[in-house]
């Protein structure tokens, strides 16, 4: 018997591959993260569960259920820090993400906080919607030319890659990087030993790491305060690797020129002091916000779940 449990509404194709392979299938209709309650009882309930961000497996959570019934977290996303992978191994709890399937996605919804970011367009649409253009002249609004500029991507991982590919390649950026170990890239690109001495020395500085306890505020007031003042901020990767407290104060002292968020430390909690300012690009957590992207998504997800219920190697283990 085979029962799995979805934790949020999925798009109809997801649902329907997802009953051709489990004999049962429950979707959750709630579209918050799971309560503590249900992340307990989905542990006790369920043989799969198909979680996602914000559903936060954490190990007290596997603590309070020593012996779950649930054997696969088949976790809808490639990052998968709210799921304590340690505790779920010790509980023989297997974890698995889908990789690849939001690459192109989260690297265009980068690409767009960039420009929004550096041509002010976020400030410009206000000011139209409000009824307080007066009209265009040579020095309305002026902004940062972003292309042939550099940009500092860290963690050249696959998103990291596809965003600083469409850097060189569409805007003819010169392209450094931090990461662990260099990498065999198919455009030119310097990586820099450390992050401040990238921030120093960048236009645009791009967040793409996992989250986790490794990068946990890795963007402080160190490296904002290391970046030139006509420089950039962008993070689509998860909400606490940028200290957003640091980064209010920056842009309140306007010490750099601005940031594109696509994520935030406590989602979807956004601080009032950060929305109050003109000179950062808020999104709601779009990096995948297209229906092909969640479809793929799903559907990778599902093949995870479908080689669980078919004693197959997992695809995706994490």
């Not at 410009?124 to 500029?149: D, F, I, Y």
């Not at 956004?270 to 709601?284: C, F, K, Q, S």
Request: contains cysteine; glycine residues 10%; proline residues 5%.
């Amino acid at each position: 018997m085979s029962r799995l449990w979805i934790t949020r509404p999925l798009p109809d194709e997801v649902v329907a591959a997802a009953r051709a392979v489990c004999d049962e299938v429950v979707v959750r209709e709630e579209t918050l993260p799971l309560t503590d309650v249900e992340l307990r009882a989905g542990l006790r309930d369920y043989e799969i569960i198909l979680p996602t961000l914000g559903d936060q497996f954490s190990a007290s959570v596997f603590a309070d259920v020593p012996d779950p019934r649930c054997k696969l977290l088949a976790n809808f996303g490639v990052g998968y820090n709210h799921i304590d992978v340690t505790a779920a191994a010790a509980a023989e709890v297997a974890v698995t993400n889908t990789p690849g399937a939001v690459t192109d996605a989260t690297a265009d919804i980068a690409l767009m906080l960039m420009l929004m970011s550096a041509r002010r367009a976020g400030e410009g649409e206000r000011m139209v919607r409000a009824g307080n253009w007066p009209g265009w002249h040579p020095t309305q609004m002026l902004g940062l030319h972003m292309s042939g500029k550099r940009v500092g991507i860290v963690g050249m991982g696959r998103i990291g890659q596809a965003i600083a590919r469409r850097c060189h390649f569409g805007f003819g950026m010169d392209v450094s990087y931090v990461n662990r170990s260099d990498k065999a890239l198919d455009f030119p690109a310097s990586r820099v030993a450390d992050l401040i001495t990238l921030a120093g020395a960048v236009d645009v500085l791009v967040a793409a790491v996992p989250g986790g306890a490794e990068t946990h505020h890795l963007i402080g007031a160190d490296v904002l305060n290391a970046m030139p003042s006509h420089a950039h901020l962008i993070n689509i990767s998860r909400g606490d690797v940028v200290d957003e407290a640091a980064l209010i104060a920056a842009l309140e002292a306007g010490s750099i020129g601005g940031a594109g968020l696509d994520v935030y430390e406590r989602e979807p909690e956004v601080p009032a002091a950060l929305r109050a300012l003109e000179n950062v690009t808020l999104l709601p957590h779009l990096g995948t916000a297209a229906l092909e992207v969640r479809v793929d998504m799903g559907l990778m997800a599902v093949r995870n779940v479908a080689a669980f219920c078919a004693g197959e190697a997992l695809p995706n283990a994490v």
